[in-house]
């Protein structure tokens, strides 16, 4: 009777000598798919950032509820205006967006994850300059001429871009499976509507608060980033359209008509 917990099987003596195992001759199995699971675990751990980041969000939100924050609403009416404007904007913008919007030199849209994280995170750090700059730097409150301008400047982007969406999307982008040049509407005096509405929207943020550092810091690297990203689907175009989308630079300007 065995006194100890030993399985049985470990205590039956071995009297073969079984012979020395041989080592497998190619990868183990689980080293194998690895390198096919990378992806899905670079997949997994980006969709898992973003989704503690809204959760953080939602969590300051509460917090921001729980102090008070309908009462500052209250007072600051053209902040409140904008940011419902503005998620109204976005959502409008996701609903007439186009399949051709976004498009990157390899012909992929621009619709990963990764990619709209690092979008949002500048527009982030710009929504919290403002109000930061305005408490922090000069205290008070804003007068309500400045934030009735932001709000109006939001509302005027907010009016450009998506009707260049739209009208991009009724005038026939695609037409027959074959791509077509839009130039009318908006097209008809400016290269990149959408872009030049949007960046309205986010110069109006700034205004709301009156934040003259901020706004001068926005404009700045929303110039850079602009120009970076015409640059690159102007080439696009210009490969897809030749000669008529040189003509079509040639009488209209990118953004500004006459400036720029």
């Known amino acids: 009777m065995a006194s100890s917990g030993t399985p049985p099987e470990a205590q039956t003596p071995s009297r073969k000598a079984t012979g020395g195992l041989k080592p497998p001759t190619g990868p183990l199995p689980i080293i194998a798919t690895l390198p096919a699971l ?3 675990f670079s997949r997994e751990t980006l969709l898992r950032c973003a989704e503690v980041m809204i959760f953080l969000i939602a969590v300051i939100g509460a917090v921001a509820l729980g102090l ?13 205006a904008y940011l419902l404007a503005y998620a109204g904007f976005r959502f409008s913008d996701l609903l007439v967006r186009n399949d051709h919007d ?10 990963e994850l990764g990619h709209r994280i690092a979008v949002q995170l500048p527009l982030l750090a710009m929504f919290a300059a403002a109000p930061f700059e305005r408490t922090y730097v000069y205290g008070g ?9 932001g709000l109006l400047i939001e509302l005027l982007g907010m009016w450009l871009a998506l009707g260049a969406h ?3 999307g009724y005038l026939g982008y695609r037409s027959a499976g074959r791509p077509e040049l839009v130039r009318r509407g908006f097209y008809r005096y400016i290269r990149h509507p959408v872009h030049a509405g949007t960046f309205l929207v986010t ?8 934040a003259p550092i901020t706004l001068l810091v926005t404009f700045i690297i929303g110039v850079l980033v602009l120009r970076r990203r015409i640059k690159s689907e102007e080439a696009i175009l210009l490969a897809r359209f030749g000669e008529q989308y040189e003509s079509y630079q040639r009488e209209t300007d990118a ?3 006459t400036l720029w």
Not at 68 to 80: A, P, S
Not at 203 to 210: H, K, Q
């Open 68 to 80: 008070g924050i309908t009462d500052y609403f209250r007072e600051h009416k053209y902040v409140y």
């Open 141 to 149: 409150t804003m007068p309500e001429s400045i934030g009735a301008l």
């Open 203 to 210: 110069l109006g943020w700034p205004l709301e608060y009156g």
């Open 102 to 111: 976004g498009v990157r030199a390899n012909g992929n849209t621009r619709d």
């Open 255 to 257: 953004m500004i008509p």
């Open 166 to 168: 739209i009208q991009i």
């Open 38 to 40: 990378a992806p899905y």
